[in-house]
């Protein structure tokens, strides 16, 4: 069984510019959550999708969005990039039940 | 607020050696996880505790779970270079967003 898998892994991109992460979630799997784990600021919840709407957020701006589509993959859109938002993000899948998530390998993105 | 606390935050300790990191919780929750992190890499789930007194253990790590004082602890017993990375735990709910609220992080070096 195919994990989470997460692309790019490495992104670099200028302050202001735009960056767009994708997560597939485990086959069977219909809730997506997205983390940012920035230096010194520990592991954040951002976002929750479930069956193709987002169901909950995290104490983050508006220029942090994303979707889910029909298959339950998930993007997560960075508007206006700030220095800030240099970050290894996290996305999980989960199940219907709930005994944990399974995450994937993270997206590095560096804002220069 | 939830919050989550570990210590310690640095841990330095010599292979052979026994030691225990604690992770306190401010309110009632139904699931608490530890996770291993590598430097750079995601987060590598190693134990879920569901229950009151709930004791699992792997290998030379032992995760334990006292919901009344809000309290979990992972121990290491006799400790191997190999354990060296960051350790999280994190608790969550069976209903709701299902998100995850993380401890700070304790980070082990084993010294050979």
């Known amino acids: 069984e195919a994990g989470v898998t997460q692309s790019p892994t490495h992104l670099i991109k200028t302050r202001g510019q735009q960056a767009t992460l994708r997560c597939s979630p485990i086959?069977?799997?219909?809730?997506v959550y997205w983390y940012q784990q920035a230096l010194g600021l520990g592991l954040q919840f951002l976002l929750w999708?479930?069956?193709?709407?987002?169901?909950n957020r995290g104490n983050f701006p508006p220029r942090f969005s994303g979707r889910q589509f029909p298959n339950y993959s998930s993007e997560l859109n960075v508007n206006a990039l700030e220095l800030e938002d240099s970050a290894l993000y996290l996305c999980?899948?989960?199940?219907?039940?709930?005994?944990?998530?399974?995450f994937g390998s993270g997206t590095r993105l560096t804002v220069v | 607020e939830l919050k989550v606390e570990q210590n310690p935050l640095f841990l330095s300790m010599q292979e052979g050696k026994n030691y225990t990191i604690y992770c306190n919780y401010s309110?009632?929750?139904?699931?608490l996880y530890w996770y291993r992190q590598d430097p750079g890499k995601s987060l590598e789930s190693l134990f879920v505790?569901?229950?009151?007194?709930a004791v699992k253990q792997e290998g030379r790590l032992m995760a334990s779970l006292d919901t009344k004082a809000r309290l979990s602890t992972l121990h290491i017993t006799a400790a191997v270079h190999d354990l060296s990375a960051t350790y999280f735990c994190?608790?969550?709910?069976?209903?709701?967003?299902?998100?995850?609220?993380f401890g700070t992080g304790t980070r082990l070096k084993v010294l050979a």
């Open positions: 999980a899948s989960r199940s219907g039940g709930f005994y944990g998530y399974t």
């Open positions: 086959s069977g799997h219909t809730s």
């Open positions: 309110t009632t929750s139904d699931r």
């Open positions: 999708y479930d069956e193709g709407e987002e169901r």
């Open positions: 505790l569901l229950s009151n007194g």
């Open positions: 994190a608790v969550s709910w069976a209903s709701g967003t299902y998100k995850y609220i």
